[in-house]
Every structure is written in structure tokens, then in C-alpha cells.
């Protein structure tokens, strides 16, 4: 018998809808709740997933945190949790540097620009 076995990390992104004012720079943002986890396949085919680990992002500053796993599982099967302060740890700082968006072209950047790359009008900050 042959048997194709592979072992690969695996991410997986859950929908949280929910603003909340950033711990650590003060602004809106969302938490975007993802689940990494190794994942045994055998043929191809995932059949064994282990060492699931759950992480918050914040889309404000990009600060991530790890999460409860008790909180984790159950934004995993669609369940309204809330994600308190309390159940995160904080794994690495973000930027402190506001997102600008050009109100012309839509350009993002995290840089100090002045003027939009792209279009060249000023930036409103
Ligand atoms: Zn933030
Ligand atoms: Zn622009």
C-alpha cells in the first residue's frame, strides 16, 4: 500500500461583525477572528486537524492578539459571542499610524504622504 500523507498549516477567517473602539490606538476598527490550526491529509484529503489556535486582528493598526479558544469555538460555529478585552492577549503591537485614504482615487496607505501616490492631489488628514 501507498499512502500520500501531508501535514500543512491551515487559516481559517470568521465573520465578526462588530466595531469596537481599538485598546490599542483608540480608533474604530473591526476584529477580524481567524483560526490557524495543522491539518494531517491523507490523499489529499484534510482528515485530521490539530493544535486549532485562535487570533484576533484589528483592521485599524493591525495589532493581533490571541483569543480564547472558549470564545474562539464558538465564533467558529456562528454563535453571537462577544469578544471582551479580557479574553484577548496581545501577541504583537500594531501600527499606532492611521490608515489615510485618498478621497479622490481610494489609494490606501499606512505612510506619511502628503500627496496621493497615485493621483498626486493632497491628502485630507
Ligand atoms: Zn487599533
Ligand atoms: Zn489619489
Request: aromatic share 16%.
Amino acid at each position: 500500500m501507498f499512502f500520500m500523507i501531508g501535514i500543512t498549516q491551515g487559516k481559517k477567517d470568521f465573520e465578526y461583525d462588530r466595531l469596537v473602539i481599538c485598546e490599542h490606538c483608540g480608533s474604530y476598527g473591526r476584529y477580524q477572528v481567524f483560526m490557524t490550526y495543522m491539518c494531517l491529509s491523507l490523499f489529499f484529503i484534510p482528515c485530521f486537524k490539530w493544535s486549532r489556535q485562535y487570533y484576533v486582528k484589528t483592521t485599524c493598526c493591525d495589532t493581533v492578539y490571541a483569543l480564547d479558544p472558549e470564545v474562539g469555538k464558538r465564533i467558529a460555529r456562528g454563535e453571537d459571542a462577544e469578544i471582551l478585552p479580557r479574553n484577548l492577549t496581545q501577541v504583537r503591537a500594531g501600527y499606532k499610524s492611521r490608515i489615510k485614504r485618498c478621497e479622490h482615487c481610494g489609494f490606501e496607505t499606512r505612510e506619511d504622504f502628503e500627496f496621493c501616490p497615485r493621483c498626486g492631489k493632497r491628502f485630507f488628514t
